[in-house]
């Protein structure tokens, strides 16, 4: 037992299907499945115990969960987040990857820009950054409405993240790698898409599902533009008529459930990326 | 180089294209131009403005602004950011009008214009119901009184409130020595932490008797309003600054309101008694 519980405190498991350790026995899968079960009852006896009005909360869900539009016919609730949290994840991964190359640029220039870029968006709260980008931008011209303006806070703060989870991942590729492909005669962009990048990004997997399901929970903070996400509705629909831990019960389910698919996602991927690693193929 | 010269150019017209640009004093004109009043009120202040269980942003605030679109024969349309954003100004053409219950204050007027008042709302002291000491704002001395960040009432119990109504300030005054103010982000916050007893986290809280009144009457057993009204908070509608020609339109209509007794239906409706100011 202390064996496994090292292996789930170190985090890193990069080969296997990471929901049980490597060598589990079946006894051993059934009995934490038996700690899920007990644990997750006691959490809903806990809740129980709050005295929900769980008709109110069955009225609001359809809004919450996104399965309801607006009355202008635009998507609300978790439907929202996800859109938020798509078009973030494409950028950031973008702006990681640029800001990292940056980093390990030999142009002074560049290398400035990007460790400036995370610095600051590494060093500032991303309430801040929002506020910045909403009420800040249209002083110098540009008018960003709530949502756009969300999605540009996100990816520029996660961007800084992922900037230095690619720049270990990408540091962490052996360098003869590269001078195989060199010897080869391969041009280095050849050489940094087909045999550094496929080979960090099993390394950068796993720090990155992280970063990615931190993003789906902190897109909660746009909701202060009035954008109709899952906290924004869950806010609003519990402040006006007192069923407040109604409502972040709700959104707490919501988003642990939506987290858990980022979780199916992420180890899927991991399986994928890691094939070559794995013992038993 | 070219490439990059092209991409300098483009990037800048594209996030342009991408969003709208807001030109300074023209609201009448774009609100005429779009066929459309953007109203900017807050996401949650019932009866004044709320989602109701359809999804819908509806009250006393919002049916005003609504019959104002009608009145100008446009299409209307509600936004709600945080009370924050609202209150910073700088709309920079996001939102045409806030009829959203507030209260002028100096620092507000600095950021925004307010065109006229059009309901008044008293302040009320409510506590816990096993408290028997605070029966007026002077037992307030020395106690720990919560009410809502950035609101006229954290203003009261700081004793720094000052009621900036154009044409001179409303005279308040303060009959205790002094009072620790705790700010709520919100006051469903402030309202749990003082159900749960007297001097726990509170001693009191200082809100609207609107919001309070209803508060109280669905949790009797927990909340009660004591005293005197504190003072009159006047409402006015506050808009971005610089265009008196749409300050003009909205008194115009605000008049016609009040004088075909559209404004007092609407506060019957919502509130149960007329709380409208004269137009």
């Known amino acids: 037992m202390s064996d496994t519980s090292k292996e789930e405190t170190t985090g890193v498991r990069v080969t296997t299907a990471p929901v049980f350790p490597r060598g589990a026995t079946r006894a051993f899968e059934l009995r934490v ?240 990326f890691g094939k070559g690693y794995s013992k038993t193929r | 180089m070219r490439r990059l010269l092209v991409a300098s150019v483009l990037a800048p017209s594209l996030l342009i294209g991408w969003t709208s640009i807001g030109m300074a004093g023209e609201t009448l004109d774009r609100v005429m131009k ?89 302040a009320n002291i409510v506590v816990n119901v096993d408290n028997n000491d605070i029966k007026s704002a002077a037992d307030l001395n020395g106690k720990k009184v919560g009410a809502q960040a950035g609101t006229t009432y954290e203003k009261y119990i700081q004793k720094q409130l000052v009621i900036e109504v154009p044409g001179g300030a409303a005279k308040v005054d303060y009959p205790f020595a002094e009072a620790t103010v705790v700010p709520y982000d919100s006051e469903d916050t402030a309202f749990q932490d003082l159900a749960l007893g007297t001097g726990k986290r509170l001693d009191a809280i200082v809100s609207g008797y609107l919001t309070a009144k209803e508060r109280v009457e669905k949790t009797p057993d927990k909340f009660k309003i004591v005293g005197e009204a504190l003072y009159g908070e006047p409402i006015w509608v506050a808009v971005d600054k610089g265009d008196p020609e749409w300050e003009a339109k909205i008194k115009e209509i605000f008049k016609q309101m009040a004088a075909d007794g559209t404004l007092k239906a609407i506060s019957e409706k919502w509130v149960g008694a007329d709380i409208t100011s004269k137009q």
Do not use: H
């Open chain 2, 34 to 122: 779009n066929k459309m009043l953007v109203e900017v009120t807050d996401q949650a202040y019932p009866p004044f403005s709320y989602i109701d269980d359809s999804g819908e942003v509806v009250g006393f605030d919002v049916d005003i602004s609504k019959e104002i679109a009608k009145r100008l024969g446009v299409g209307y349309k509600v936004e709600t950011p945080s009370w924050e954003i609202i209150v910073a100004g700088n709309w920079n053409g996001r939102w045409d009008i806030c009829v959203c219950s507030m209260t002028p204050t100096k620092e507000r007027a600095e950021v925004l214009d307010f065109v006229n008042e059009y309901y008044s709302a008293p």
């Open chain 1, 33 to 272: 499945v038996a700690v899920w079960v007990t644990l997750l009852v006691l959490f809903v006896l806990f809740f129980m115990s709050f005295g929900l009005k769980f008709s109110f909360i069955v009225d609001r869900f359809p809004a919450l969960a996104g399965l309801r539009l607006t009355k202008d016919g635009f998507i609300q609730g978790a439907a929202l987040t996800l859109f938020v949290c798509f078009f973030s994840i494409i950028a950031s991964s973008l702006l990681g990857l640029i800001s990292a190359l940056g980093r390990l640029s030999s142009s002074a220039v560049c290398y400035g820009i990007s460790t400036f870029y995370t610095s600051f968006f590494r060093g500032t709260p991303l309430l801040v950054q929002i506020f910045l980008i909403y009420l800040g931008l249209p002083q110098l011209g540009p008018v960003p409405d709530a949502i756009p303006a969300g999605i540009i806070a996100l990816s520029l703060n996660y961007g800084a993240y992922l900037s230095e989870i690619f720049r270990a991942g990408i540091m962490s590729v052996p360098i003869g790698q590269r001078e195989a492909g060199a010897s080869l005669g391969l041009p280095n962009w050849v050489v940094f898409w087909t045999i550094t990048l496929p080979q960090a990004t099993r390394i950068v997997i796993p720090p990155t599902g992280s970063q990615f399901i931190a993003m789906l929970k902190d897109s909660s903070l746009i909701s202060v533009m009035g954008v109709w996400e899952i906290m924004f509705l869950a806010q609003s629909f519990g402040r006006s008529s007192y069923r407040y831990i109604e409502m972040l019960t709700t959104a707490a389910t919501i988003y642990w459930i939506l987290s858990i698919c980022f979780e199916i996602i992420q180890s899927r991927l991991e399986v994928k």
